[in-house]
């Protein structure tokens, strides 16, 4: 008998890929960027703003008021009266900090360029109805076309580069003509930024002694030679985000936590991620995890064996040993003694500014662009990450490079920072839908093998550091680990961004942190709260790490062998290996 199909029955389900390179297509002109969901956002900003004529009427009176008060400025600028500004910028816009912005015109010209920003700021938020991604959306991108007409970005608006041209007779527009043309031609031979050569891997970063002890599909384990007589018995493990390259840890002598460690008398080994090309587009989370985390540990337990492992994690390398970590206390693993995560994110609820880029529409198209490509290019995380610091990372660079004429010197942070890396197809798109997006982890949806893990199943002390001004895992973020977790938790907050906060070496100026140890299933406070009582300690906060490792280690021992050729782990290559300098 024929099988009868009913109304909507038939559908389909799978992308059509006529409609995957049209998306991947507009994906290289807009950055990765979906049109679709910027659509969507000032549609639903302007159809409520347009169905409240009350907000549109007060929004005329500010708009009204403003005028006043510059004009009124204005005046007691022209008849030569100290007056103060009538807007502030905010705390962290310093473009317009120089005493040449206080004369005549240009005391005019960037105060109304601030009462504009005000006014969009209000203009665009707080609007009934609106959906709030769509309102951070809507906000965050007139922010970014703002700063695009900022006065400080064009000559005759901007008295600094103004007075510098009179004082250098125009040098300073010949030099940044030709920092401009350097530039482009770079860029399109792909070179490196200038001043780049002078920072090469191996010869002047990721210089601690060490040898590659085994290699995979996706990452080699370097086990780092011995500085002291004796050392901790548990070793350190150190899995660093695949977004990066790991020597972000080993940067110049002094300047490496990975030496420090070393120095301190630990057993390091650290995981070097394989630059994802075309063919590795298939590599998923489970992958990262099982040839990355559990491949490394257990290269780790054969070379110093029957010891707990330290394990470390940094920034989606932290999330990633989080969930390695969950699924082993889940299967009655033990392996692990303690967990640092540095710069992790464990709950997505709250992830900062790069959830701007993140729904429905944004990852489905994204997703999209990654499938002709094989991978998410360095070039668009960059572009990413710059759109959150437009002013510092781009219009300033701009400013400084190409109107001032200068060339900001290189340094070994800035020199890592432009060695990029790629992303899988696959492993991208389950990281961004199963945590960022659905936030799976915390809601109890996210299975290992079959079953689901959950951050309460770690029994093994944390260690999670958050840095006060990291833009891609704020540090309210990070602090949701010590509601999350069910063992004991150190949770410490340092000075710095992302990167800057973490490689902060003893010695290093104007550092200081917050650290507060919180017991399994104790009373726990909100982060602001924490921030508020918590004393300052002035200093680097890896002495504090340091200290908390060695409290639950060993007593000393005599430093392991390097590798364990007899099983299998025959030391083939000298630290840095081969991984780390594939572009």
């Not at 600028?77 to 500004?85: I, P």
């Not at 970014?144 to 400080?152: E, I």
């Not at 780790?300 to 470390?312: C, F």
């Not at 400084?400 to 790629?422: C, I, K, S, V």
Request: glycine share 8%.
């Amino acid at each position: 008998m024929t099988r009868l199909e009913h109304a909507f029955e038939e559908n389909v389900t799978e992308p059509v890929p006529w409609d995957r390179l049209l998306h991947a297509t507009l994906g290289r002109m807009t950055g990765g960027i979906s049109p679709t969901a910027l659509q969507l956002a000032f549609f639903d900003w302007a159809g409520h703003l347009g169905l409240n004529p009350g907000r549109q009427s007060a929004l005329q009176e500010k708009a009204l008021r403003k005028a006043l008060r510059l004009a009124a400025y204005s005046g007691h600028c022209l008849a030569g009266d100290e007056e103060g500004r009538c807007i502030e910028p905010l705390p962290n816009d310093h473009r317009f900090d120089a005493r040449e912005w206080e004369r005549w015109p240009f005391s005019f010209i960037h105060q109304a360029f601030l009462l504009q920003q005000q006014w969009w700021h209000v203009a665009t938020t707080g609007v009934p109805g609106v959906d709030p991604h769509h309102e951070e959306v809507v906000n965050f991108t007139v922010r970014q076309m703002l700063d695009v007409l900022s006065p400080s970005n064009f000559l005759p608006t901007n008295p600094e580069v103004l007075e510098r041209t009179i004082n250098e007779n125009g040098w300073n527009l010949v030099r940044g003509a030709s920092n401009w043309l350097e530039d482009a031609q770079r860029e399109i031979a792909g070179r490196p930024q200038k001043g780049g050569g002078d920072y090469a891997v191996g010869r002047d970063l990721a210089l601690t002694p060490g040898k590659v002890v085994h290699r995979n599909a996706l990452m080699e384990l370097i086990q780092y030679e011995p500085a002291t007589e004796t050392v901790h018995p548990e070793p350190v493990l150190i899995v660093p985000a695949w977004i990066m390259k790991y020597y972000i840890l080993d940067l110049q002598p002094g300047r490496s936590l990975i030496e420090y460690l070393v120095n301190q008398g630990h057993t390091v080994f650290v995981v070097s991620w394989k630059n994802p090309g075309p063919d590795d587009r298939e590599m998923g989370m489970a992958d990262y995890r099982r040839l990355g985390v559990n491949d490394a540990l257990d290269a780790v337990n054969a070379i110093v064996p029957e010891q707990k492992v330290h394990g470390v994690g940094y920034c989606l390398g932290g999330t990633l040993l989080t969930l390695a970590a969950a699924a082993m206390a889940r299967d009655g693993d033990d392996r692990l003694a303690t967990l640092s995560l540095l710069a992790a994110q464990t709950d997505f609820t709250e992830p900062g500014e790069l959830d701007l880029f993140i729904d429905e529409s944004q990852v489905s198209f994204l997703e999209d662009v990654m499938w002709a490509r094989g991978y998410l290019g360095r070039d668009q995380m960059a572009g990413a990450f710059h759109l959150l610091r437009s002013q510092d990372l781009v219009w300033s660079r701009l400013v400084r490079n190409y109107l001032m004429g200068e060339r900001e010197e290189m340094f070994d942070l800035m020199a890592w920072n432009a060695d990029a890396t790629r992303l899988p197809y696959r492993m991208h798109s389950e990281y961004l839908r199963h945590l960022f997006l659905h936030n799976d982890l915390v809601e109890g949806r996210y299975d290992i093998e079959g079953r689901p893990v959950s951050v309460g199943d770690i029994d093994a002390p944390i260690f999670s550091v958050a840095t006060q001004k990291d833009h891609i895992a704020p540090w309210h973020s990070v602090y949701k680990i010590v509601r999350l977790a069910r063992t004991d938790v150190t949770f410490l907050l340092t000075r710095g961004g992302h990167n800057a906060g973490i490689v902060s070496e003893p010695g290093h100026p104007r550092r200081h942190y917050q650290m507060k140890h919180f017991q399994p299933l104790g009373r726990t406070y909100p982060a602001e709260r924490f921030e508020r009582e918590t004393p300052r300690e002035e200093g680097s906060w890896w002495l504090a790490w340091q200290q908390w490792l060695a409290e639950r280690s060993g007593e000393p021992v005599s430093p392991p062998s390097i590798g364990a050729p007899e099983r299998g782990y025959v030391p083939y290559a000298d630290a840095p290996g081969e991984y780390v300098l594939m572009h």
